[in-house]
């Protein structure tokens, strides 16, 4: 374990940066170099900067690292994973990435950039060429390859297989979605015990325009986005972790329910031949009880890296619809972007 | 109040039940004669046979009166409001028909007999005279009249302005459902605490049955059901009372956002032109805030009667999307179907 | 109602603030005359600097009242709800009572200050002349009278009836309270779904501090604790509104559980004999039934002033226990607060 | 593995006993022979009997066995768990023992039994020599062993390092209990969601009588409950696993609190000197911040096996007080049973 690459962790006190640490506290390719978070923990000890959260090793067995300043003079690695919020990752990532880092991010800053990769491994593994692209443009040594947004990277593995199979229409998606995707303190409990919210700011954008990039064919130097009608409805849930999503979809050339449930069973993406240490093994987890999945049952398996389909069966209006559920804060955020991160090792862009 | 109208409620001990018995309780119109409920119910007092739910004075103030038998040698009046499971309303319901009552139903056994109106009086009024086909049917000298499921009966009546205006042409709600239209004791804590349910047996195919016949025209003798696409992804939430719905429209001609709005805004449906006691007086409450409505804080208002609609704008799929909120007992079940009676007390359909 | 006494309401945005002003909207002693709540709302209207969280007409009707400045220059009217946080309270309610208004604090600020009432009308309605002792002492015009902590208020209540009636020696009590306590945004979602937090910050020795002081006798000048025994134990539940207590007592001269219960039917406090508006006609709701009282069930009664009692049994090791229940935001807050201004009005300290 | 003792599980489709069946699944010293529920059960695969509700690998890799009919005549091991509920257990457990099978019983059909052992392994190892007692007094070749209610095993599991090195004269617990403890379908939805149950049937007896038993000392043939009173106030919370205790306790001799905390760091007790399988390594967690043990963060340590203790604090009714967390449905079910078990098996009671 004594080459592992080191990494440096962005954001580290929240509730996404607990989770890359727990996942990078053992992790085979990755050892954590630095920890830094906001510029008043820098000089704590990690355990006094932060207050953990999550389940196993307390600070994943870093309590006593001293923290860094977030700037990459002070906590540069050859790998950064960001879970920084949208302000200051609109200026420090391209800083890293300027220095010579390969970020990879959990920020909605850059995932529209036309040169950014938006990535999912199992889908869009080719996008990761598009790092080429920023060394050109920008001139950095390092780049920066963002995960989607949690919702849409569920939704997204969902589809692939299908857009691969026949080609997908139109998706109109309506989310129930977890507390934690609001980060800490996050919902109010005032706001979200007994009650549904209709409205989570952002998010119905996001999911509408980071589905066709994902979607989208990469050409050399540019990503087309895919010809598709996306409709997201997004809700906020009294549930902890896991967003579960109701799914309808229009094929091309309807394919019948079996058709659609053979595409995702067919489905082998690269991660998996890869083996690469994050990767399900199998992506996508299909459930034949009438009512699963279940987020509080089901979305821990896999260390949340899988997404769970069930109840396929027709749509009256588009065809196709079924339900889903995936890790809002691990597949679609820092499981994700450590996965990321294992792809472009598998690729040669670490060293 | 000497001349109020005897009323039995059957199924007086569940939580629909109880919401009958609390309505009726100082009713303008009716009042309760007898009370009944399953077999081993008769001859106790209420507050012996039920365990009361509800907040306001326990058991309606009729905690003393002796239960009867369900059936109509027993405990008929000129109306009967039936909280019956769909086993025994099946075969009760007819036979307090036969026996001279206008049956109003809150079972799901005789909502699509064709002879039977699916009444939601804001919307099909008109419906009402299938009554008349029934007597000539059946023979009866009494009749049935059902309200429709209760996430149906939210929705319809989003739905009917539209149709009046534009014409729908495909509908796709999914739905959030709280926890007591599964009656008492209904959905187990261990299955719903930080979950949601990704299936409700029976409720899919409900609603996507009874929108087309709510919507129908009515000719004469029979109604036609609406020509629109219908498709329901039902969900149970941990939510005590009232459903929420994610809702996107296909409609005619492409109205503009504010077209709709002023559709619903515009709306003026008979059962307010007539006053009738248990309307609301504006039947579809408009919210302007970006997180509105919210079931927890606003289902209760116009005693459960109105529905509420937010967040309105533009479905990249199907046109125009919203978000859609009603109380499921109350407006989807008991207020209902007493809404329905004062109609066709009304109507003249009652002496 | 044109000769209602003006007043200001400090804090007025708050959860606690939104009930003072809820509750005097249409009180029939009090009228608002001023709301202000930091400096960043002054010169805002109420709708605009207030999120408004409760159920009934938004804003109590004054959405369009210009907010003030919370300083005695600005804002001074001859009686002040306080609804501050500690620290602004601790400099502003001494401010407006040397300006002359008479100060109804919901602030824990000077609760303990001995020349201050903490003041349950129903237990020590005779502290209020501790006010005399102010005005000597500080050479105030106005005043200022707290009420207790939430807790230690629905506590005193349950207590005051068995003291007087055979001395309290002990009181154990553990809390489950509610998240409304902590206002807002206050707790976060992630913390207390599907958890109880077995602390809340400073409430342990607010209980144990303020029930000696609220049982104690007031001789002239000062007030003498009573000398009892206090322990809480408080814990956080997913609850919305109302504190549920587990109690246990060590009465005097061992009497029983009749005995016990004949106290708390015997207890006519003096704000029933005055008929003070916000007093509840019974103060303490005894439950018979073996599962009662519960939170979600009862606590809305009676708009929150009285409080709940039941399971009355003994106690192997103190003699006797309770179940004990009221509302943390109504009777524990604003609610008392006004009962304790309409108190002093009939005391005649307001003109 | 091929030496392992037959197992037979009693009431194997139950919330507790499919922790059975996990928990067996690959246990060192036991392995599945039998699994039984209901009469109905009896033919059926596993899979068809029960409702799956745990992680993991679903049915335990036992889905596909053939459950047997509950009697010993057809599903009789030499060691059997029992997870019946009273009725049941009460006819059962008796004619298994006679049958010759060492029954490990959840139930609380025998716990009070003078010459069966109520038994934690940690607290009253030697309370098994009791199964002596059984044959000699009903001449059964097996006998019966009971593990105690949930809510007092966690309870006795704190207070027994105490009792050792102190005397416990008086202990003060009230709950807040899990909905798992009620088993499935359990607590209605209805009732918890929101709400705190102040009452649990037969909870508070068990408790008060469970734990002198516990405590008391086995001299040759009969067990003197320890001379201490126990006064318990039980609670339904809305949380899922997990019980939270309120404990103040009254001790011989006035230890200080640092005393209190040095009895239970020194406690070493039997099980895990034999190192049990089931056995934590350290069977009482202290808990150092103040807020914790938190049931949601806390009580899936140690596969639930351990108990949790914080906020150790003085008390000014009973001397001491602190904060108490422990899993319901593992160290106080399933797991609390097999324990039993390994204890026996070291002790020679098994061959």
């Known amino acids: 374990m004594s080459h592992r690459i080191p990494v440096t962790v962005l954001g580290a006190t929240g509730v996404v940066g607990q989770r890359f640490v727990r996942r990078l506290a053992d992790h085979p390719l990755f050892r954590i170099e630095h920890l830094a978070a906001s510029d008043r923990s820098a000089g704590k000890r990690y355990r006094e900067a932060c207050a953990w959260r999550l389940d196993g090793e307390p600070y994943g067995g870093l ?36 220095a010579g880092a390969l970020v990879f991010s959990n920020a909605s800053a850059f995932r529209m950039a036309p040169e950014v990769p938006l990535l999912v491994p199992e889908v869009n593994p080719e996008h990761l060429e598009l790092l080429k692209v920023q060394r050109t443009h920008h001139g950095w040594s390092g780049g920066i390859v963002t995960n989607a947004n949690c919702t849409a990277t569920v939704l997204v593995m969902a589809l692939a297989p299908l857009h691969a199979a026949f080609g997908v229409e139109a998706v109109l998606m309506t989310s129930m979605q977890a507390v934690s995707g609001a980060g800490y303190p996050g919902v109010p409990s005032l706001d979200i015990l007994g009650n549904v919210i209709p409205f ?13 990039k994902m ?22 849930v009294p549930v902890l972790e896991g967003h579960t999503e109701a799914v309808s979809v229009r094929l091309r050339g309807n394919p019948t329910l079996e058709d659609v449930r053979a595409a995702w069973l067919d489905w ?10 994050s990767a ?11 009512d699963r999945p279940q987020v509080r049952r089901d979305v821990e398996l896999d260390d949340g890296m899988s997404i769970h389909i069930g109840r396929l069966r027709a749509c009256p209006v588009l065809g196709v619809k079924f339900a889903l559920l ?13 996965l990321n991160a294992e792809l472009a090792h598998a690729k040669g862009y670490l060293r």
Do not use: W, Y
């Open 63 to 98: 309590g006593d690292q001293v923290m860094g300043e977030g700037a990459p003079e002070h906590t540069l690695s050859p790998v950064v994973f960001s879970a920084l919020d949208t302000g200051p990752a609109t200026e420090l990532e391209p800083a890293f990435a300027r």
């Open 200 to 212: 989570i700011r952002n998010e119905e954008p996001k999911v509408e325009e980071e589905i066709p």
């Open 215 to 236: 979607l989208g064919r990469f050409a050399g130097r540019t990503v087309t986005p895919a010809d598709l009608a996306v409709s997201a409805l997004c809700h906020r």
């Open 268 to 277: 082998h993406p690269e991660p998996q031949h890869l083996g690469l240490p």
């Open 280 to 290: 399900p093994a199998v992506p996508i987890r299909l459930h034949d009880e009438e």
């Open 326 to 338: 995936g890790h809002n804060t691990e597949r679609g955020a820092a499981g994700g972007s450590i």
